[in-house]
């Protein structure tokens, strides 16, 4: 049985730092990519970082500079670090896995998802 579950979300002040984890059990995560989306009540789910099956990245627009995804193959991991968040960090965010996917950012590619972490950007 496939798991990814997500950790590392809470409050956080603009400006500030978070660490998000998403930890997968079932399955290597070498030769899937993953990635972190984000979810706000009524809204689409965004992607908002991949990580190839060679480790490189891909993100988002909006995140590009701020926020950085990568893999620990060690621990069958992907961590999404974000600097410089702000109110629209505000989001759940949730890591899934697909495989070799043709368009990584959209949701309709992945086939393993987490239960999601939830991130508040507030002052």
């Known amino acids: 049985q496939v798991q990814l579950v997500e950790s590392g979300g809470g409050l956080v002040q603009p400006g500030g730092s978070l660490l998000l984890s998403c930890t997968v059990s079932?399955?290597?995560?070498?030769?899937?990519?993953m990635a972190w989306f984000r979810q706000v009540p009524g809204k689409e789910r965004e992607g908002v970082a991949v990580?190839?099956?060679?480790?490189?990245?891909v993100y988002a627009a909006s995140v590009k500079g701020r926020f950085t995804s990568s893999k620990d193959y060690g621990k069958n991991a992907m961590m999404l670090q974000m600097d410089s968040l702000n109110s629209e960090g505000t989001a759940m965010y949730y890591c899934?896995?697909?495989?070799?996917?043709?368009?990584?950012?959209?949701?309709?590619?992945?086939?393993?998802w987490g239960q999601g972490t939830e991130v508040n950007v507030t002052s």
């Open positions: 990580v190839d099956d060679y480790g490189s990245s």
């Open positions: 899934g896995a697909a495989w070799r996917p043709l368009k990584p950012l959209e949701t309709s590619e992945y086939i393993y």
């Open positions: 079932g399955v290597s995560l070498s030769g899937y990519h």
